[in-house]
């Protein structure tokens, strides 16, 4: 059996004395402060240590990887600590090979009591409580466990292994909130001798929106606008919204503030009208009570507010969603499915670091879908790290996406020139609709990073994946359902609106998941969320042109094929397509039926070519491969830009290069379509009267010829043989090419 651990689960402890048990100590007030460490050859993990006391709980598992074992002997040995040297309590030892083999689902191996000997294996007086098992990687005591192979021999610290443990994460449930601000009535400027130029700016923790200024004519102003938050359970920060008076430029003034807690806000799963609310505005100042007691109206603001369930909050890459689910747990339909993951290892990665005059690297995983982030162990000083960690996530729905990222842990040690940013190795992305229901599928990823010296292969990782379908019928419902909830389709967000709300949702969720412990940072959240994707870059935009170059290829692929029937260069197969233009023409019931046999058969034909696996990043279909460095320096620049003004200007002077074709494209389509409008416009009066005399030609000619006779006729006049063609354009394509356009009318 493969993956099996050394198990180690210290309980407690009692009737402990110092300095192997005879009573003499250092410490004059007679006491001890236990602490046990657990060895295995090199390595060796440490319990937290208690003060002053004989009868100490530690209840903490160790795990030693079995396949990195140089020893027979397992020591578990309590010490008092000391300023100036441990001494050592009692020891307790074990022969690894006789020690029991547990498999789950057996119950957990009770602890028991076992006798302390000193160092010269004579007995002293205390007990240590322990349980000692062989296990696998699936028993539910390694989960939190302290890892041999994630710790080295000289570092072996509770501290250290506090960022070094495996750990599941759930993010925050996100709202969106929805400010709808009405209008403010009474509002009192300071000075009294002009109208307020009056807005509203709002702020829900580090997110600050501001209404268009109104410039009223009265002490009253109307805005009716929406603004738009997003917020995380459990609600830390408060809506505060104050009426700010624009006195002169850069200089604003405070009219009034409210503070609104989350907490109270109405929250709707559908579009149902929220009631508004008229709140009071506080002065920002302390003001004369007796000015108060005068004054018998304040100045007032009135309010829509309300948490917007019936959204999906989007916090990631819409290309890459993991989770499709609105917010509204009361809309949430029953699972489709559970996936099942196994981080197995990693092999061929590149090092990251240097330690001891060697590459090496410091690894571990985090793998993202939906709510749900784990993070494995880390695999300390490890080119080819075996994590064997497995996970399960319920589905919803199978047009989402699992990923799976790889990378170097840089808080241990010293601190780098990175700072103390953990580097990305490399991420896979599965999409669950591309697996098979109830398949294994074990398969090593490449990992692939762009950096500015082009893409690079930074190791391959080895992952085993399983769906499991719950209910076939409702997995195939979900196919005929729309992409996101509904109220993404009755209360649309713009394209603004949506990046500035995924924007604010990932700084939430990885605000929430870096006070974990351990941590998950910021720039692991982001590059798992590909924040960076909707960003500019030349070598995206010539993958993207000729992804839909390759889209179009089989069209361009029939085109080719028809002009070959048409110059007649196969002779034969001509006349086989002419005379099933003829059964067509004559039985044209016959056309789509023809079309979805023909399509039956191609979806039947490559079936036998259908991935194997699931597909990884593909560097040729990036244009990663002979990318220029200019290009890729441009991508990794920061927004706005760092770069000195002679480099911008050159990319700028590029960029109005592509944007003038791209110009010329467009302009060119909209071309063709004002001249199909100018048909029976009448901008040109002779082209129009002859259009409109052919339509009335052809109107009486159709109403008396059969229709199969007119589809065989021009048909075949579109397939005759080359020697009855000319080479100048035919004589509807030069009547349409005349028609006049608006190009006529641009500046």
């Not at 689910?325 to 996936?339: D, S």
């Not at 190791?459 to 359902?481: D, W």
């Not at 929430?512 to 412990?517: S, Y």
């Not at 620049?637 to 290069?657: A, C, G, I, N, Q």
Request: charged share 25%; with cysteine; net charge positive.
């Amino acid at each position: 059996m493969s993956n099996l651990k050394l198990g180690v689960d210290v309980v407690s402890a009692h009737n402990l004395l110092p300095k192997d048990g005879q009573g003499s100590s250092m410490d004059v007030t007679g006491g001890i402060d236990p602490f046990v460490e657990v060895k295995v050859g090199n390595y060796k993990g440490i319990t937290k240590h208690f003060e002053k006391k004989q009868n100490p709980e530690w209840n903490q598992v160790f795990a030693f990887s079995r396949d990195r074992m140089q020893a027979s002997i397992l020591e578990v040995v309590i010490k008092d600590k000391s300023m100036v040297k441990d001494e050592t309590v009692g020891i307790v030892r074990f022969d690894i090979n006789e020690v029991p083999l547990r498999v789950p689902p057996d119950s957990p191996l009770a602890p028991q009591w076992y006798r302390l000997e000193g160092k010269k294996g004579d007995k002293v007086k205390g007990e240590l409580m322990l349980a000692v098992w062989i296990g696998t990687q699936a028993d539910e005591a390694f989960s939190d466990a302290w890892h041999s192979d994630a710790a080295t021999p000289v570092d072996s610290s509770p501290a250290t292994f506090a960022v070094l443990r495996s750990k599941v994460y759930h993010s925050p449930r996100l709202w969106y909130v929805r400010v709808n601000i009405v209008e403010a009535q009474d509002l009192v400027p300071t000075e009294k001798n002009r109208f307020p130029d009056v807005y509203v700016k709002a702020q829900i923790g580090h997110q600050v929106l501001k209404t268009k200024p109104c410039q009223a004519r009265t002490l009253n102003a109307i805005w009716n606008e929406d603004l738009l938050f997003v917020a995380a359970e459990p609600f830390e920060d408060h809506l505060v919204l104050s009426v700010e008076d624009r006195v002169a430029p850069g200089k604003d003034e405070i009219i009034g503030r409210v503070i609104i807690p989350l907490n109270s806000v109405d929250k709707r799963a559908d579009d149902r009208i929220i009631h508004s609310r008229w709140f009071n505005l506080e002065k920002p100042v302390a003001v004369d009570v007796d000015q108060l007691k005068k004054e018998k109206f304040s100045s007032r603001i009135h309010l829509r507010v309300c948490l917007d369930g019936g959204y999906h909050v989007l916090d990631e890459s819409t290309h890459y969603s993991s989770d499709l689910r609105p917010t509204a747990k009361q809309l949430w339909r029953p699972p489709i499915g559970v996936l099942e993951l196994g981080i197995l290892n990693a092999v061929g990665l590149h090092p990251m670091k240097t330690r001891d005059g060697r590459g090496t690297s410091d690894t571990y995983c985090v793998a993202k879908y939906g709510h749900k982030w784990v993070r494995t162990r880390t695999l300390v000083d490890n080119l080819s790290p075996k994590y064997n960690e497995q996970y399960t996530w319920e589905v919803f729905d199978p047009a989402t996406v699992l990923t799976v990222g790889v990378f170097d842990n840089s808080q241990l040690g010293e601190k780098g020139s990175n700072g103390n940013k953990d580097l990305k190795i490399g991420k896979v992305r599965i999409r669950i609709s591309t697996l098979e229901a109830g398949r294994v599928y074990t398969h090593s990823y490449p990992l692939l990073v762009l950096h500015p010296t082009g893409v690079k292969k930074m190791g391959e990782l080895h992952l085993a994946i399983r769906f499991t379908c719950i209910s076939f019928v409702n997995m195939l419902y979900q196919y005929s359902r729309p992409l996101l909830p509904k109220m993404h389709y009755v209360r649309p967000f713009s394209v603004m609106q949506l990046d500035m709300l995924r924007h604010q949702a990932v700084n939430i969720v990885a605000a929430r998941l870096g006070r974990a412990e351990p941590p998950l940072r910021k720039e692991v959240i982001e590059y798992m969320s590909d924040v960076d994707s909707h960003l500019w870059s030349m070598r995206k935009s010539k993958a993207n042109f000729f992804r839909l170059m390759t889209v179009f290829s089989g069209l361009f692929a029939i085109g080719k094929w028809f002009g070959d029937i048409c110059m007649w260069k196969n002779p034969i197969t001509t006349v086989l397509v002419h005379v099933l233009f003829l059964m067509l023409a004559c039985l044209p019931e016959l056309i789509l039926p023809t079309v979805f046999l023909y399509m039956f058969l191609i979806g039947v034909w490559n079936f036998r070519y259908r991935p194997r696996y699931p597909p990884h990043m593909n560097t040729k279909v990036s244009q990663a491969e002979a990318v220029h460095p200019d290009e890729l320096d441009e991508e990794f620049d920061t927004f706005p830009t760092s770069k000195s003004p002679e480099l911008v200007r050159m990319r700028y002077d590029r960029l109005r290069s592509v944007a003038g074709r791209i110009q010329t494209v467009i302009g060119d389509i909209a071309t063709q379509g004002e001249r199909f409008q100018a048909l029976l416009s009448w901008r040109d009066p002779r082209a129009t009267a002859i259009f409109i005399t052919f339509c009335l030609i052809a109107a009486i000619v159709l109403f008396v010829t059969p229709f199969q006779v007119i589809a065989a006729l021009a048909g075949f006049y579109a397939m005759r043989h080359p020697r009855f063609r000319y080479r100048l354009p035919a004589v509807p394509i030069n009547f349409f090419r005349r028609l006049p356009a608006r190009t006529d009318s641009m500046l």
